[in-house]
């Protein structure tokens, strides 16, 4: 009878050690999840990274100079200088 103890013992060791591979916490279908998860947040920090570097640029030019202002008035806002004629083509 002692000689039965250990190996099954090693038995169920065995078998929690195999459970928690499938179905635990550091389980291989939980780390296939977390691995699509990460690369869909890169994926995201990437957008907003290029995002951020425009608006960073923008942000640049408006400090920097006045024409990227004068241009945004004139798009955004319509805006014409004095004894200027402002005329918009159709197409």
Known sequence: MGNRIVPTALIILLMILHGQLWFGRGSVPNVSKLHGQLETQMRSNAQ??????????????LQEG????????????GMVKANEIYIQIAR
């Open 48 to 61: 907003a990274a290029l995002a951020n570097d425009r608006l960073s640029a923008e942000i640049h030019d």
């Open 66 to 77: 006045l024409e990227i202002v004068e241009e945004k008035a004139r798009a955004e806002l």
